[in-house]
């Protein structure tokens, strides 16, 4: 139906702009064209005046001379003056009704989605009923907390903040999380809401600003992973890449188990480190059913998780520690496999073997200092066996 519809308005425009071509009006007269009627009419006018004696014979003698000597040479040049050709406008005209509708349905076919169906009027109607409903109860949610004697409720600042982010309303956002983020109530996930808020206004530039509210989160809570992600990302900017995919990878090692955000800070890793050069991440390295599923030495195949998923409680919690011995028993022929002694930690930690688990990290933290004392791994690891030293 759209390409019948598209290929009736095509000729259309064509018939439009090629009418002119085969029903011109007709040319203006020229100023050359007119100029010898316009001189004649002055020979009768020098006549008249004779007649009526109004000028002597003498001047009117003269005048006749003059005019008609202008006359020849108005006609010399009418003569002389090619003719208006309208060729180039013409075969211009042609190419121009020839390539456009080319051009425009070759582009529709590549770039063009003519099986979408058009959102009905109705759903538009509805679609921008909802926008204005939201629209008005977020300024009346405002009018509300700005006439608050007490500021308002954090909570509804929060809120508000949130509806704004998500309305692309980002500076409205960031001025609300602000309110939150000077209260003493405000926690690492205000402020790094903030933070987001900031880098989106920027098309995704750590500021400065955005850079002391990401510092603020991770003071509060050094494990709020959005905190980590845009930590990275500022250090990624700075220049520091390998610091910024340390950091990612060591927060992924602290996971004790599957959640949302790991899937953005492993595409982030990989985008990162393969300018680097290292080596390219999955979730299966730190999901815990999942996590040893890649490694050809000592992972299951993909039948065995499979078969695992219909397993008991009791049954899959063998079936991850057979997985973990698999590893251990690995580490000790290539005991400097910091990844690994990660990996084993965490899957330790998640079976609650809590001896194994600092063994692990004692481990992996000292590979680390060897590696250099400053890896932001080193702290996540700290805390972790601060956690359980417990």
Known sequence: MIWTLMILLSFLSIGMVLTPL?????????????????????LEEVDRDSARGLISDVEAQGARQEIKRRILVAARRVHETPSQKGGEGCTLLWVAVLAV????????????????SSL?????????????????????????????????????????????????????????????????????????????????????????KALIAIERAVALEPSNPAATFYKARAMEQSGDEAGAHDLLLARLALSDGFAPWMEAFVTQANFIGGPLGRRLISLADYAPMAQFATDENVGPTADDVAAASEMSQEDRTDFIRSMVNRLATRLEDEPDDLEGWLRLANAYTVLDEREQAITAYERAQALLMAISPTDPRIQNVEKALSDLME
């Open 22 to 42: 085969f029903f011109g009006r007709k040319s203006p007269i020229s100023e050359a064209q007119a100029t010898p009627a316009v001189l004649v009419d002055q």
């Open 101 to 116: 509708p080319i051009i425009a349905f070759s582009y529709y076919g590549i770039k063009g989605s003519p099986e979408i």
């Open 120 to 208: 009905v009027f109705a759903d538009r109607q509805t679609e921008r009923q909802e926008e204005k409903r939201v629209v008005e109860l977020t300024d009346k949610l405002l009018a509300e907390l700005v006439a608050d004697p007490e500021g308002g409720a954090s909570q509804g600042w929060m809120l508000l903040a949130q509806t704004y982010y998500r309305m692309g309303r980002y500076e409205e956002a960031i001025s609300a999380f602000e309110t939150v983020a000077q209260r003493e109530d405000a926690t690492s996930a205000t402020w790094s809401m903030l933070a987001e808020a900031m880098i989106t206004a920027e098309q995704g530039v750590v500021t400065p």
